[in-house]
């Protein structure tokens, strides 16, 4: 999971075009406008469930996320993709 956020909030080069990346992943430090998630996941079969949240300040962002435990990059950028998403409702 770190390594499919931090490979998405790599930055571009120029001329790579002007999509730049939703998010930026930082493994650690305190930063008071940080977006922070968590979360949980239940495991059934070959389904995983994730629960996430992510806060900043005050402010809170759920959603869940569904896959397959043999497919973990798969759910890792279904994950990552979500999470993008959910840090638009911070702005």
Known sequence: MRRALRDESEPLTRGAGDKQPA?????????????????????????????MSLRRGNQKVSFEIEGSKSDVAGLSSKI????????????
């Not at 990552?80 to 702005?91: G, K, L, P």
């Open 23 to 51: 998010l930026v992943y930082l493994d650690d430090g305190e930063l008071p406008s940080a977006v922070r998630p968590t979360g949980t996941f239940t495991v059934e079969g070959d389904r995983v469930k994730v629960s």
């Open 80 to 91: 990552v993709e979500a999470t993008a998403r959910a840090i638009s409702d911070f702005r």
